[in-house]
């Protein structure tokens, strides 16, 4: 991920155009249009995908991070978008730091993201700034730590809470 | 509504209209409540009977799918994929292992693609039954439920002999399914598809055109297209609001691409648009169930596995005979497929919309990352949404018609 | 690419008799009258049944050749286990819910005989992987689903409950004989 190519998709070559100090890698492996981008721009890389005529990316049909323990920026919040009226995917990824794991949310822009970033920052404790409530979903609120990231012991046990009323 | 009772005792009637706005109430519906099938909590704001508001509370069933099949090896995450959606096991395993076989390259034999077609389009019949079936029980009607639940046994029963197994199949596997089709499997699904359009029939004639179940169903839950897009809902509530996004269609999968089916789609985007788009599609999976049989009895018996012996473990005559097939074994039980190191992701058409699967693999026999995008998940956030300003009672068919499946949402 | 896209039939508004709600009671009633006399015909006189319950435990359904139940130890005549305690089971496991400890047993068949054989049966999940990773087809899935217990301990079952004649497993071993040699098995080896 060192290339900042457009591999042949138009897509990529449409980001690379409009927001060129925005992509910091792209790439196409396995047909998937893949763009790594400044998490500081993420509102804007969205708002492009979404609005610009031939892009029209209408939905953020999935969002979720992957923890790459050991490296640094440590956390890479994936975003997978999906233009139904061309019927065509794009993978935008945004690397954030265990020092302040914040990225700006995607809610104003995509409702979906709403319950996606709850369960990003539930399971991998990544903030995002502007969320309306952000807090746990499917864990409960005195759930100690985020059990997706790597350093989360499988066995690890909680507090009994005991029955809420 | 103030100002309608008017005449005599005008200031009583707005008494009565002021106290009964008076205060809001809260209803806690759930954990486990009798008229919802899931594990799912509501916390409702009444304004009398209409919703003011909706909180909805999931995760009751959350599980850890995701660090349960990062710290195993491929093979073991499949059985895990089952308990996904448990109403239609085989459209997660699929799902998974085409995953999978998109991170290795791996193309996978003809008799092997027709086989996973045949069983996912079975269990997408069954999820779309206990969709509808347990929606009329929930709006009590007792008699299409038990139409619905036996041909879904019915479906049960053609999956146990196909797969092995009723609800968890198990039953694909990377680069290929664990066994083939019984000889007899056409016969015995010939004679039971035909028991199965009986009972479609049957529920049709019961609840179709039934004033009571319509009444309930027409102009509830509504959503917009737009509203659809922005929460990216997928599945037969999209196409109920008149999208014909159908991912079989648009992204063809497996052998999708030669298949004739049509995809249904609604104009209103109510529950009973939804209704009936499931129904439409049962039959249309009962179609390509046909073609699928026909395909594979005019294929006859063959490989249902792939050759590629980075992922495969031997065939068992070799285990047993020769030395290098033992040790292969050996080292494909204990390790397990190694991945190449790279991302993916890939959608397939679940009963609910969109099932994806991102992975990520570091180049070893242990998956870096295992997401599942669970469409009951997603389709579940803009419940609120559909519900607000409606009656209580609309709450019920509205979120049977969502189907959420606890063990998909909470993973 | 064949088919196409079609819309749903959706009137705008019931029929005068379909709103009159006594037609589609008659009909409904129809519908339920025929299933409850056909299945009462078939119920009494025994003969082409279409009750869909069956009678448990008096009668049984017949599972079919693919069925996994329980996985358990081939027993050989001579008493002992086929079993090596190669352990390859227990790594294929996903719950890891099979632990062995393996030994030499005086007049054993082969040189490793699990002295141990625990399956937790409250974590197995029938997944079949064991039974797919044994290389002496010493461990297979039977066709016994009936396990009930009082409490955990009685789901753990030790290798003496697992132990069932290779006579009885003749069903199951026969339906895995026929996958063995798949076809696509690369002439001449890896």
Redesign the interface.
């Known amino acids: 991920m060192t290339t900042r190519d457009d591999h042949g998709s138009p897509v990529l070559s449409r980001l690379l155009e409009a927001l060129p100090a925005a992509v910091l890698a792209t790439h196409a492996r396995l047909g998937d249009a893949t763009a790594r981008v400044d998490p500081a721009c993420i509102v804007e890389v969205a708002k492009l995908l979404r609005d610009a005529s031939g892009l029209e990316f209408e939905m953020l049909t999935d969002l979720t991070a992957v923890d790459y323990l050991g490296e640094e920026p440590r956390f890479e919040v994936v975003y997978h978008f999906y233009s139904v009226a061309r019927n065509q995917r794009v993978r935008i990824k945004a690397r954030v730091s265990e020092a302040e794991p914040r990225l700006p949310s995607l809610v104003p822009l995509y409702a979906s993201a709403d319950w996606m970033e709850r369960e990003v920052f539930d399971l991998y404790g990544v903030r995002f700034v502007g969320h309306p409530n952000l807090k746990r979903i499917l864990l409960y609120d005195e759930f100690e730590g985020h059990p997706l990231r790597k350093d989360y012991a499988k066995a690890a046990r909680q507090p009994l809470i005991g029955p809420r009323n | 509504m103030a100002g309608a009772t008017q005449g005599r005792g005008g200031g009583l009637a707005e008494d009565f209209e002021r106290d009964l706005h008076i205060e809001r109430q809260t209803l806690n519906m759930g954990p486990s409540h009798p008229a919802t099938h899931g594990t799912v909590k509501f916390l409702v704001e009444l304004d009398g009977e209409n919703i003011a508001d909706i909180d909805v509370q999931v995760g009751y069933l959350h599980r850890g799918f995701e660090k349960e099949c990062e710290s195993g090896s491929w093979y073991q995450a499949i059985p895990y994929t089952d308990r996904l959606n448990y109403n239609s096991a085989v459209l997660a395993n699929v799902g998974f292992c085409l995953a999978v076989e998109k991170l290795l390259g791996l193309e996978t034999p003809i008799r092997c693609q027709w086989q996973r077609v045949l069983a996912s389009e079975l269990s997408r019949v069954g999820d779309h039954l206990t969709r509808c079936g347990a929606a009329c029980l929930e709006l009590q009607a007792m008699t299409p439920f038990l139409y619905g639940i036996e041909a879904r046994e019915l479906i049960w029963d053609l999956l146990e002999s196909l797969c092995g197994a009723r609800v968890t199949s198990n039953y694909v596997r990377i680069g290929g399914v664990k066994h083939a089709m019984p000889e007899s499997f056409p016969a015995q699904c010939r004679e039971l598809l035909s028991k199965i359009r009986a009972l479609l029939a049957d529920f049709d004639a019961v609840v179709t055109s039934n004033r009571i179940f319509v009444d309930r169903l027409k102009d509830t839950g509504v959503i917009s297209q737009q509203d659809c897009l922005r929460y990216a809902v997928t599945g037969p509530i999209l196409r109920s609001t008149g999208v014909p996004l159908d991912l079989r269609k648009a992204e063809p999968y497996l052998t999708y691409a030669e298949i004739d089916f049509d995809v249904p789609i609604g104009e209103v985007g109510d529950n009973y648009d939804r209704y009936l788009v499931c129904v439409e599609e049962m039959q249309q999976s009962l179609r390509i169930v046909e073609q699928c049989l026909a395909k594979l009895e005019e294929l006859g018996p063959g490989p249902v596995d792939t050759l590629d012996l980075r992922v495969r473990w031997p065939a068992k005559a070799r285990v047993f005979d020769q030395m290098e097939g033992l040790i292969q074994q050996f080292k494909s039980v204990t390790e397990g497929p190694r991945v190449p190191a790279g991302e993916g992701y890939l959608a397939i058409e679940s009963a609910n919309g969109e099932l994806g699967f991102y992975l990520v693999s570091d180049g070893s026999e242990v998956p870096t990352k295992v997401r599942c995008r669970p469409p009951s998940f997603i389709n579940l956030a803009p419940m609120p949404l559909m519900l607000r300003g409606a009656l209580l009672a609309d709450l019920i068919p509205t979120f049977d018609f969502i189907n959420m499946i606890g063990g998909e949402c909470d993973r | 690419?064949?088919?196409?896209?079609?819309?749903?039939?959706?009137?705008a508004k019931?029929?005068f008799l379909?709103?009159l709600?006594l037609p589609?009671i008659a009909?409904?009633l129809w519908?339920?009258s025929r299933?409850f006399f056909r299945n009462l015909r078939g119920f009494v006189t025994g003969r082409n049944r279409t009750d869909?319950v069956v009678q448990y435990p008096e009668e049984r359904v017949d599972?079919?050749?693919?069925?996994?139940g329980i996985p358990v130890l081939v027993q050989l005549e001579d008493g002992q286990p086929k079993c090596v305690a190669?352990g390859?089971c227990e790594?294929?496991c996903?719950t890891n819910c099979i632990r062995i400890v393996s030994g030499e047993l005086e007049g054993a068949r082969s040189e490793r005989t699990p002295q141990v054989f625990e399956l937790d049966l409250s974590r197995c999940?029938?997944?079949?992987?064991c039974e797919?990773?044994c290389?002496?087809?010493a461990l297979v899935?039977s066709r016994e689903v009936e396990f009930a217990s009082y409490d955990r301990e009685g789901l753990r079952f030790e290798k003496e409950q697992l132990l069932v004649p290779e006579k009885l497993l003749e069903r199951r071993l026969t339906f895995?004989r026929a996958?063995?040699?798949?076809?696509?098995?690369?002439k001449g080896?890896?």
Do not use: N, S, W
Request: glycine share 8%; hydrophobic share 40%.
């Open positions: 690419m064949p088919g196409q896209v079609i819309k749903v039939e959706r009137a019931l029929g379909e709103r709600y589609m009909k409904a519908v339920t299933h869909f599972y079919p050749d693919a069925f996994r190669c390859l790594f294929a996903p999940m029938f997944c079949g992987l797919e990773a290389p002496e087809e899935m895995l996958g063995y040699d798949r076809e696509c098995e690369p080896g890896a």
